[in-house]
């Protein structure tokens, strides 16, 4: 076949992927993850279950594949937050909101704790620290933070601190959670 | 049976369960939570199997035990902490100075978290953060901590924030790790 039909199947393939990963973002934020089944994301996408299953095994790989495609988003989000205008504290509050409002959203439950124990998060967490500990490192530098503690250290201490926004009644709460753990990171005075 | 010999035979049992608890705790020390059995639980213990049967059932019942004995000590040594002399932020700082050197030391694996969902740990946990929250609020109206955020929220900024312990590799750096913690609680200048 030539190369351009070969492309063009691709390119199908992609697109009804992706197709069937929005439907399990819609059946997800509907009903939770528990409540996704074959049937339902063959029907909202459009397709015979016997064309999902010769794109996913299981519901299970279909999820795994969503939450992989999902962490990707949030980590694609967060780098342009850090890369808005602004001086180096500013960006890190920006990127630690950002963050705090992602935590506060995650799905709870046994699915979610399997999902999040998969290889593609521990990945984006790196990615995520390596960010972090970047704009620490640069705002410590400039001397609006401390400098007696590793930025290593004060990435895992703000990662950590930020996961306390799992369990806040509103946005302005995490706001606070934010501006607190900012706080912890600026010089004694 | 005599009142008395009821006593005696509640005070003998009651021995046996302890000594059951503290092989327990040799055990998991020398190997981790897995690596403990029954036949060891009774031989270390001196003690014959049949008897160890008599009061627990297999070696997850033990290991359960053996974490309610274990969480109680933890719960009973940081409430002693923050009983000793000195002002609130003092005695907040000390108590979570002692609950990160216990977050450090936490015992990972599958097993370790199966133990850390039962109901004795969130009991324990509620204890705590009741403990914390109560000095943070003691120190707020001193005004050594800041007022402008609830003391309900800041308490579970610090218990997270000092999970952070867990992947620290010295002593020095849990310390930081509290430092920054408290730092967070201060009145913004």
Chains 1, 2 share one sequence.
Not at 163 to 186: E, K
């Amino acid at each position: 076949m030539p190369k351009l039909w070969n492309e063009t199947i691709d390119a199908h393939r992609q697109a009804v992927r992706e197709a069937i990963l929005d439907t399990t973002t819609e059946l997800v934020e509907g009903g939770g993850l528990r409540s996704v089944t074959m049937s339902q994301i063959a029907e909202k996408t459009g397709i015979g279950r016997a064309t999902l299953y010769k794109y996913f095994s299981d519901v299970e790989a279909v999820l795994l594949a969503w939450h992989e495609r999902h962490i990707q988003g949030h980590l694609h989000h967060l780098a342009k937050v850090a890369d808005q205008p602004g001086t180096a504290v500013e960006r890190l509050g920006a990127v630690l909101a950002a963050y705090a409002e992602i935590a506060r959203r995650r799905h709870g439950g046994e699915l979610a704790a399997v999902l999040h124990q998969g290889e593609h998060v521990s990945h984006a967490e790196h990615h995520l620290a390596q960010l972090i500990q970047g704009l620490i490192a640069e705002a410590a530098d400039s001397g609006d933070l401390r400098k007696d503690v590793p930025p290593v250290e004060l990435t895992q201490y703000c990662l950590h601190a930020l996961t306390a926004a799992a369990g806040l009644p509103s946005t302005s709460a995490v706001g606070r959670l934010v501006d607190v753990t900012l706080h912890g990171l600026r010089p004694n005075a």
